[in-house]
T-cell receptor
Framework: ELKVEQNPLFLSMQEGKNYTIYCNYS?????LYWYRQDPGKSLESLFV?????AVKQEGRLMASLDTKARLSTLHITAAVHDLSATYFC??????????FGQGTRLTINP | DAGVTQSPTHLIKTRGQQVTLRCSPI?????VSWYQQVLGQGPQFIFQ???????GRGNFPDRFSARQFPNYSSELNVNALLLGDSALYLC????????????FGPGTRLTVT
């Protein structure tokens, strides 16, 4: 059974700092997704990573995928308060379902 | 184009009752998936439908059922509600292709008392 683990689960950081969220998964998959969720809201798609070595960047967020290590990272550069949210990675299992990690609750303090 | 829509937004039910949740996918998307998100956890896959056929089922009891209509909208039904069914129910509309990206609706918040 595919398992997806994120760490850390909770992250409190100061504005202007850099940090990385890690997403490990247990079985082979070539599609990995990152989502953002604000409190009480739905999931907003951030990145779709389709191949080994894929790197995507949007503003202060950059995601990468290493399929051999079964690892994806979400790097935050010079964090700002607006990035406070819960971030989920998800891995596609078969052709049907996304298996999500537990989420990383990110709080960015002024 | 409109995004994924879900109704109702919020719902309060009593244990033992039945509930129906509705979802309309993005225009042109033929696949709909349902997920349950309990507070503080990641979403859990319940069902996927494609062209009105069930293509996948998660580890949920038979109290959960779903269907997809000719216009690709979908309903999720939950019978004999339990307190543990309280959650955010998310519908996702899938664009087929290499990315197989799923777009999530706003969700239905179900509270069972």
């Amino acid at each position: 059974e595919l398992k997806v683990e994120q760490n850390p689960l909770f992250l409190s950081m100061q504005e202007g700092k850099n940090y990385t969220i890690y997403c490990n998964y247990s079985t082979t998959s070539d599609r990995l997704y990152w989502y953002r969720q604000d409190p009480g809201k739905s999931l907003e798609s951030l990145f779709v990573l389709l191949s080994n070595g894929a790197v995507k960047q949007e503003g202060r967020l950059m995601a990468s995928l290493d399929t051999k290590a079964r690892l994806s990272t979400l790097h935050i550069t010079a964090a700002v308060h607006d990035l406070s949210a819960t971030y989920f990675c998800a891995v596609l299992q078969g052709a049907q379902k996304l298996v999500f990690g537990q989420g990383t609750r990110l709080t960015i303090n002024p | 184009d409109a995004g994924v829509t879900q109704s109702p937004t919020h719902l309060i039910k009593t244990r033992g009752q039945q509930v129906t949740l509705r979802c309309s996918p993005i225009s042109g998307h033929k696949s709909v998936s349902w997920y349950q998100q309990v507070l503080g956890q990641g979403p859990q896959f319940i069902f996927q439908y494609y062209e009105k056929e069930e293509r996948g089922r998660g580890n949920f009891p038979d109290r959960f059922s779903a269907r997809q209509f000719p216009n690709y909208s979908s309903e999720l039904n939950v019978n004999a509600l339990l307190l543990g069914d309280s959650a955010l129910y998310l519908c996702a509309s899938t664009r087929t292709g290499a990315a197989y990206e799923q777009y999530f609706g706003p969700g239905t918040r179900l509270t069972v008392t």
